[in-house]
């Protein structure tokens, strides 16, 4: 366990994916961390009611409220806790307003039990970070334009479609793939990119 994490504390894990909090939960119990889980922002404020846990991990994308909603809850309840968002549709907007909200960490899924615990006990930034060698897609630079727009909107998605010039059907497929395209264009050979 990583040094900066004090034995056996409590951590909050919302993410409504029942089988992935399953299998993080046990893989954090096995590290001495006591898991509390929820499955959207309505069930965590409930099991946290007036104690904030230490640490946090939060997903984005759930039914009802954004995780983004809990993050400044949580934030406003005790500026002190510890928390990552963990998602599968990070982008440049997300985690923007994740930090101003009192995030300390945002992690893009999938993360193992080990990256997060290190994103925990992480308390300064690291100026060693490597920098990407290429530009963004434009694919990738789309979706971080929508996820900017709808960022901007509120998460209205009529909103951010007028905004965009798009009709709404077409944005919310385009909201719809599972995960955001790749942040780099890697050229392909015999047409398999293996980026």
């Known amino acids: 366990m990583t040094d900066n994490i004090k034995t056996n ?3 909050l894990l919302v993410d409504d994916d029942e089988v992935f909090c399953q299998v993080l939960s046990q893989a954090l119990h096995a590290r001495h961390i006591n898991v509390l889980i929820a ?3 309505a069930e965590a404020l409930d099991l946290v009611g007036n104690v904030p846990p230490k640490y946090a991990i939060v997903d984005l994308n759930m039914p009802g409220d954004s995780g983004l909603k809990l993050i400044d809850q949580l934030h406003q309840m005790d500026a002190s806790i510890c928390m990552i968002v963990l998602t599968g549709f990070a982008s440049i907007a997300t985690a923007v307003e994740a930090i101003k909200l009192g995030a300390t960490h945002y992690l893009a ?3 193992d039990a080990d990256e997060i615990l290190a994103a925990l006990g992480k308390e300064d930034g690291d ?3 490597t920098l990407p060698l290429q530009p963004m897609s434009t694919k990738r630079l789309e979706w971080e334009h929508i996820q900017k727009v709808l960022s901007d909107s509120n ?3 009529s909103e951010a ?3 965009l010039d798009m009709h709404r059907r077409t944005l919310q497929r385009k909201l719809n ?3 955001p395209p790749s942040a780099s264009s890697v050229p392909t050979t015999a047409g398999f990119n293996f980026s």
């Open 155 to 157: 998460g209205n998605i």
């Open 161 to 163: 479609a007028r905004k």
């Open 177 to 179: 793939n599972k995960r």
């Open 9 to 11: 504390p409590t951590l």
């Open 109 to 111: 899924k999938p993360a």
């Open 39 to 41: 499955h959207t922002v």
């Open 127 to 129: 100026i060693n970070t």
